[in-house]
């Protein structure tokens, strides 16, 4: 099964499969952790993880005032 395309059949955009999978791999992270890893520029890192808040698909929390975002379980996404 192609993860990816199984995010994009779901209608999640370019960034945010991205930012999504780079969570997954790592757990959780600010903005410029997800951005050593991952190919979208850190601009729109931030708003692809805003949106994925917003769809439920991530998590965010403040740690030391820095912004950390985390991925919630893939079985979120069959509720999306």
């Known amino acids: 099964m192609n993860i990816r395309l199984t995010l994009e059949q ?6 945010e499969i991205d930012v999504y999978l780079a ?6 992270g600010s903005v ?11 601009v729109n890192i931030y708003d692809a993880a805003r949106s994925l808040v917003n769809k439920g698909l991530v998590s965010e929390f403040l ?8 991925a919630n379980e893939p079985s979120k996404i069959l509720s999306y």
Not at 63 to 70: G, L, R, S, T
Request: aromatic share 6%; with cysteine.
């Open 32 to 42: 410029s952790t997800i951005a050593k890893t991952c190919p979208t520029h850190r």
């Open 10 to 15: 779901v209608g999640l955009g370019k960034n």
């Open 23 to 28: 969570l997954l791999k790592y757990g959780e």
């Open 63 to 70: 740690q030391h005032d820095v912004v950390i975002f985390k």
